[in-house]
């Protein structure tokens, strides 16, 4: 994949300053790049990085322009605009259509679908053309998966589960694994409760390695649109994540919450179960909501890091925070008693 | 699946208020139900749900019983009924016994057994009645299985462990992988400890996807009857876990820390290593158990959540709550030689 | 496996007292230990169960040589030794050579090569002398292994990646998956970047169950030599991990961190994105690093556990410990004020 500034312009937009047929062949860091690299410089901050860059053309803002006398293209969001390039240079590898010999398919696929060895597809699946199931996948009966989606190696996906067009799902995701539903009996042992429900995932969702989603009860558990999922989540039984979601690894959403449209979660972070989540809210790392949320903004509860000792010195009052409460109330009563 | 009032009733148990021959198909939530569903009040505080909804016939709690007309059966815990109600109305599905021919199986199988596509079964393994092993499942050599037991697509089993009766195994889970153990040499550099012990679970256990559960160093890891793993959970090494403990999702115990019977973890909470837990212990979500508890009750340690500017100007002081304590201490100090 | 305590002192070293053609089948702990056993005291103050212990030999520290009159290998690290005699008791289990007739290989392999049922292998990889590769693994193309390398059942290995010598990865690994990078665009859709980068991993590294570590954006996720991950870690894009690190349980490195040598990461611990950590760092159980260090010791950051109600009086301070500070500084100031 090689391309002219000039063609680079025409399909990503953007203005260009310098020679149109100068062949770029990749994109790069300000630090990592070589003669033949496009480079882009998202923050001013870094501005001595492009200085000393061996990259031949540049992604800059406007009010970057001045900075070099290489060739650049111009753009509002250099950072964006080096997400469409990068993804200009590295189309995504997809093998060739067909049904791998050792694959056991049990559904009519279309052609143009791409189906990997020792792959196992169910009874009653629907999957839209351009496909791609990788190596070893489980489906069960009955899925339905959009238009040209791709399932990385080793991914489940339980009978009854709908995805969207566009989904990528990393190895060893689990999509529709039994809810954890428990009634107690009156010798305190767990009766199950059948999780009858699905998972109903939109489209253009992409979903990490080892993630697991778990199926609704008796309601489906529903992940919107636009929705992008890292490594190691949880997403419990009849959860709903709102449109355009972003949820870092090892994050977390208990049972039957609700989240609102473009929420941000850190990496380690959770939602109790039963809640409701306004849109546009941000949850920090390592942060735990445990009650609704109704207003957009940004949600922390973490503790700052410590040496060892200090944590020692400091933590022992946590326990008694009550009581040193009482003793600031009661200085201020014996000194308001003394000004009287 | 359908049923009268009266099979079920004769089947369950419960006092019916109404006709007998009413049949039921399926169970439902109150705001879902609609003709010919049975849905259950378990909290009186939706009994407006309960007016509105399409249901033919309620599960309710004899205090209940005068909020509607229609059919109701009567009992006191209506969620427990519910639990068993669902399990009537929907018998898992399980596939045909056989093995498939893409399976590879090295040991000898009750005829009764189900092997799915594309399993492998090593050698000397005993797998009683009834089990079915999923697509893509591998079991080492040895490994112990009891009558139906139900292993979903694509879970591992490492040698020589051993699960009860009536097990279900989510996809992804890993029994008996190496424990973490590691000497350290006089150059800092890790030693391994091979771990020679098994993994041993009880009857009616159940266990998330993705979930992995570590064989012993020198002894076993022991899991007791009726506990409940949800996903992404993490046993370590020589850990014993009580009969009929439940654990949410993300949690994790420590390597040969012991716990009692009916523990309950919440979300993403934690338990140290080398640790015993008394019995009917509750540990909140998102908190770690650093110390063992030798009394029944609820643990907590878990942060509020606060809009972030609020968590900026609040935390600051945590990293100074021992120089805020002795400030305090000086002022009493100040006040008590005023008052001499 | 059996050897004379004579031949274990010449394999291990240690200084021999008693009988050197005592023979001895394998390791146990002093409690488990029965004749023919040979057990270890790491730590003197368990030295009541090496009194009551059924073994017939011990490994000690010199200083604890009096403790006992039965025949001991002395050493200066019992754990370290322990360590290594078992080993020699517990070679690991290797399967023959060869490739199952079930697998499905793009790629030439040496004869000494083990290739499990099911696996599947791409093209144009490179495996090294003696490896392991175990049931239903999958190895994108251009994968490369050194030698020794032991993969357990289910291993997913994407594209391009490379694994050292000696590698020990548990079931369920993902190594290679997508690193979680993406741009917004003006609608706050997320557009997403090729993760273009490879995973290299040096030698002796072991990789617990379920583990998940991404590629890197456009450079490599590096990985040193000795580093040992437990289960369920997350190892995000472009991080760095130093030489001899070794991380617990479900603990996680965000995107582009580097961390130095030998760290030390606690059971549900986390490092946030971009920040760099100095060799010899200690992170505790639960803490997230928010922050760079650049000094060796141990960093904490974790509540301590309370009764809930306890938990609830204390824990209301501290959305209001602001405020306290205030009210402390304003008593200060009045009784300031008195003085002079």
Chains 1, 2, 3 share one sequence.
Not at 133 to 152: T, W
Not at 230 to 244: K, R
Request: contains cysteine; charged residues 20%.
């Amino acid at each position: 994949m090689e391309f002219s500034l000039g063609e680079l312009v025409s399909r990503l937009g953007g203005e260009l300053v310098g020679d149109p047929s100068l062949r770029v062949r990749q994109i790069a860091t300000l630090e990592k790049a070589r003669n033949g690299d496009l480079a882009f410089l998202a923050n001013p901050k870094y501005r001595s990085a492009l200085e000393s860059s061996q990259a031949s053309a540049f992604i800059l803002s406007p009010k970057s322009a001045a900075l070099t006398d290489r060739p650049s293209v111009l753009t509002p969001d250099p950072y964006l605009y080096f997400a469409r390039a990068a993804q200009l240079f590295n189309p995504p590898k997809r093998p060739a259509p067909g049904i791998h010999p050792s694959a056991v398919v049990a559904s009519s696929l279309p052609a143009s679908v791409s189906v990997g060895p020792n792959a196992v597809i169910g009874e009653g699946c629907v999957i839209a053309e351009n496909c791609v199931i990788g190596p070893g996948c489980v489906l069960g009966d009955g899925v339905a998966l959009g238009a040209d989606s791709l399932l990385h190696a080793g991914v489940r996906i339980y009978a009854d589960c709908v995805l969207g067009a566009r989904a990528i799902v990393h190895s060893g995701a689990v999509i529709g694994s039994d809810g954890f539903g428990f009634a107690r009996d009156p010798d305190k042992r767990w009766v199950k409760i059948p999780q009858i429900g699905r998972v109903v995932i939109g489209d253009d969702v992409e979903i990490g390695a080892n993630t697991t989603i778990d199926r609704g009860a008796l309601d489906d558990t529903v992940i919107g649109n636009g929705v992008k999922l890292d490594n190691l989540i949880q997403v419990a039984h009849n959860v709903h994540i709102g449109d355009d979601t972003i949820m870092a690894g090892q994050s977390g959403i208990a049972g039957s919450s609700h989240v609102g449209k473009r929420l941000m979660m850190g990496g380690q972070s959770g939602i109790s179960g039963h809640l409701s989540v306004a849109d546009d809210v941000v949850v920090s790392a390592a942060t735990v909501i445990t009650k609704s949320i109704d207003k957009a903004g940004v949600y922390t509860a973490m503790l700052p890091q410590m040496p060892h000792a200090d944590w020692i010195r400091n933590f022992a009052h946590l326990r008694r925070l009550d009581a040193m409460a009482d003793r600031v109330r009661e200085l201020e009563k014996q000194l308001a008693a003394k000004e009287s």
